[in-house]
């Protein structure tokens, strides 16, 4: 793992972008894409630097984590349709290339499986975008999810429910159950981008980043990846013990060696 801290959450969209911006170099690229509020700022960026320079995803695809099961794909909090409205809708990557999961599949475990085949019959995934729940989740994969898991069913964490309850009319209105690729899939991805920022999130990347690999905070099981890079702002890295490490590393990093 590679930690970088950065003084806010601009300084963070603008690395996390250089990221995505280099892989849409590759023939084929493939982005994982997260949703929730954490990565809306790599996404307007991304968006500027499409519209202001030209940037183009003409080439890509791209699958999201995790869906909601029950929510129709038009439902406005679908991640469906979040990700449309939030990112892809503004840049030139093509509708029928942006994949999901359906949330109201008849046969939830197909669909699952589906999933899986159609990330590996794209390649893979080239840099996996991902966001922090407070307990730790990577996609929905809440803790307790088996390290090896794959796409499935999952049952969201009341503390889930409580923090996405934002987006929906009344805490009820949150769905219970969920899609996701499991911490076995998102593992597969060649490149991952966990990004924390705001200090509601330091215990959660504390615990993924210098806590023990263990199911209790599925993010720790990114200690296993091979290229797993970690944005943090000063917030989100307030509970870093060996911080001073990682800027020092930052600041000696080698000039050959990208992210
Ligand atoms: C969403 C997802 C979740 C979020 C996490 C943090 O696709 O996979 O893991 O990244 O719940 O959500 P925010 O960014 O809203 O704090």
Same mark, same amino acid.
């Not at 922090?132 to 809440?142: A, L, P, R, S, V």
């Given at each position: 793992m590679e930690i970088v801290i950065l003084p806010d959450d601009e300084a963070v969209a603008r690395t996390a972008a250089d990221i995505v911006q280099a892989s849409l170099e590759n023939d084929s690229p493939v982005l994982g894409l997260a949703t929730g509020s954490t990565p809306l700022g790599t996404y307007s960026e991304l968006i500027r630097r499409h519209c202001e320079a030209g940037l183009s995803?003409?080439?890509?695809?791209?699958?999201? @984590?995790?869906?909601? @099961?029950? @929510? /129709?794909?038009?439902? /406005?909090?679908?991640?469906? *349709?979040?990700?449309?409205?939030?990112? #892809?809708? *503004?840049?030139?990557? /093509?509708a029928h290339a942006v994949h999901s999961l359906d949330g109201q599949a008849p046969d939830p475990e197909a669909e699952a499986a589906r999933y899986e085949a159609a990330i590996a019959g794209a390649g893979?995934?080239?840099?996996?975008?991902?966001? $922090?729940? #407070?307990?730790?989740? $990577?996609?929905?994969?809440?803790p307790m999810s088996s390290l090896a898991s794959r796409t499935r069913i999952k049952t969201l964490t009341e503390q889930t429910r409580r923090d996405n309850a934002r987006f929906f009319p009344t805490p009820e209105d949150v769905p219970r159950h969920v899609l996701t690729q499991g911490l076995g899939t998102i593992r597969e991805a060649r490149h991952i981008l966990l990004i924390g920022l705001g200090e509601g999130k330091a215990s959660a990347i504390a615990a993924a980043v210098e806590g023990p690999l263990a199911a209790a905070c599925p993010a720790s099981s990114l200690q296993l990846h091979p290229h797993t890079t970690v944005l943090v702002d000063e917030g989100a890295a307030s509970r870093l013990e060996h911080r001073e490490y990682y800027q020092h590393a930052l600041e000696h990093k080698p000039q050959w060696q990208a992210y």
């Open positions: 995803f003409a080439r890509a695809q791209a699958f999201t @984590l995790d869906e909601y @099961l029950g @929510l /129709p794909a038009e439902h /406005p909090e679908s991640y469906r *349709s979040v990700i449309r409205r939030e990112f #892809t809708d *503004s840049v030139d990557l /093509p893979g995934v080239d840099v996996q975008i991902l966001g $922090i729940g #407070t307990d730790g989740h $990577i996609g929905f994969n809440e």
